[in-house]
């Protein structure tokens, strides 16, 4: 049994060693013109090759410094937002004030609104006083410039013998 396994053992290793040295046919000139646009071809695609690996390569290239502005754009937008939230929580607080203050000016104005109508109440009433108090001067001015009534003035007459008391007849 162990004399079987060396034999092919050395069958495989010789075996080897002999397809590593078959040599190829030459080719005959019909072959040849064929073969020559194919290794024009595997030159050409050498040449592909390399600016492929070129193109690749500055790819990659792109590729780290899109991932780069990428990060730092990241960076930026996390930067952004954290402002974002501050803004925001300055802008509620803001809104709330605001609202605060608007009640606030609206009772101000109601306020404001009830004492103007109460002022041209009292505006109002003073010119109706006013115009009653004017009316009143107006008629003790025209009362001053009447003439005052004088009673007729009276005599005293007396009826007298004027033969019996002569000093006392009007002549």
């Known amino acids: 049994m162990k ?10 290793y010789v075996s080897s060693l002999s397809i590593g040295q078959t040599t190829a046919p030459k080719p005959t000139p019909s072959h040849s013109k064929a073969l020559a646009a194919c290794e ?7 040449q592909t090759n390399d600016a492929l690996y070129d193109s690749w390569k500055a790819a990659l290239e ?10 730092e754009l990241k960076k930026k937008d996390a930067e952004l937002r954290a402002a974002a939230l501050d803004v925001l929580g300055y802008t509620s607080r803001l809104d709330a004030e605001y609202r605060r203050m608007l009640t606030d000016y609206n009772h101000l104005i109601d306020h404001y609104n009830s004492a103007l109508r109460e002022a041209n109440s009292a505006i109002q009433e ?3 006083r006013l ?3 004017q009316r009143v001067n107006n008629a003790l001015a025209i009362y001053q410039l009447m003439p005052r009534y004088q009673p007729p003035q009276t005599f005293n007459i007396n009826v ?9 007849c009007i002549h």
């Open 3 to 12: 004399l079987r396994w060396w034999s092919l053992l050395c069958i495989l």
């Open 40 to 46: 024009k071809k595997l030159a050409n695609s050498g």
């Open 62 to 71: 792109e590729r780290d410094r899109l991932r780069t502005e990428n990060d």
């Open 126 to 128: 003073a010119n109706s």
């Open 131 to 133: 115009a009653y108090q």
């Open 160 to 168: 007298t013998d004027c033969s019996k008391y002569p000093a006392l």
